[in-house]
């Protein structure tokens, strides 16, 4: 079935430490995830993303893991800060004869100064 | 410069009412998403048009009706507004129909409540 979902709704960090937050989705058809964050008051932001052929990704401070084994994806913040403060979201591209983005159901990532 | 921009961002009214909430886009994207955000900030889409052409229809009560008179603008009017319609809801837009590398941008959102 389509069904991106997360395992902890919320995590507490201490400023500095790093963060990993974890996604698991359900359709291995899907061949492109996407992280967003979403501010309060704000739309989801783009943050990163990986295909299916790559099971890492590296930003600024932000790296994205993939394991289709286990079809598994996680987040990590390094020396997360307090504006690292928001929900993210794991997202997956369906292929629906054009792609639809499906959401899971977020993350509220506390940063504690 | 706002690249998606909705209108309004508050909307309070009583129940049975009809409202509208208008989206723009300056991207010059070619598809564009309506997506609802409950209380428990759980996002769904609802529809998405692509270059005017409806594409995505998900499970939507047909009391939800799209209209996109250009490719840069999608409006959202709600007929007979139930309490349950009370949300949060996102415009988005995208560069390319089609594609699995497929980036949303998203609007801030207008916050429905239905008295």
């Known amino acids: 079935g389509e069904s991106v979902g997360l395992h902890l709704p919320t995590l507490s960090v201490q400023e500095g430490d790093n963060s990993i937050i974890n996604c698991a989705y359900s359709?291995?058809?899907?061949?492109?995830f996407i992280w967003y964050k979403q501010e309060s008051g704000k739309g989801p932001q783009f943050i990163i993303d990986i295909r299916s052929n790559m099971d890492k990704r590296q930003g600024q401070r932000v790296t994205v893991l993939l394991n289709k084994t286990v079809k598994h994806l996680s987040l990590q913040i390094a020396a997360t800060q307090p504006g690292d403060s928001a929900v993210y979201f794991c997202a997956e591209n369906i292929n629906t004869g054009g792609f639809k983005t499906i959401f899971g159901a977020g993350t509220r990532l506390f940063v504690k100064a | 410069d706002t690249a998606v921009s909705q209108t309004p961002k508050y909307l309070v009214t009583q129940m049975g009412n009809d409202k509208s909430i208008k989206c723009e886009q300056n991207?010059?994207?070619?598809?564009m998403y309506w997506y609802k955000q409950d209380s428990k900030k759980f996002l769904k889409i609802m529809f998405s048009y692509n270059n005017k052409e409806l594409i995505i229809n998900e499970t939507v009560p047909n009391r939800f009706s799209p209209k996109s008179p250009d490719k840069a603008h999608l409006n959202l009017h709600i007929n007979s507004l139930e309490l349950g319609d009370s949300a949060v809801y996102f415009c988005?837009?995208?560069?390319?129909w089609g594609s699995g590398a497929n980036v949303l941008t998203f609007g801030a959102g207008s916050r429905l409540t239905v008295l």
């Open positions: 988005a837009s995208s560069p390319l």
């Open positions: 991207l010059g994207h070619d598809t």
């Open positions: 359709n291995s058809a899907s061949d492109y």
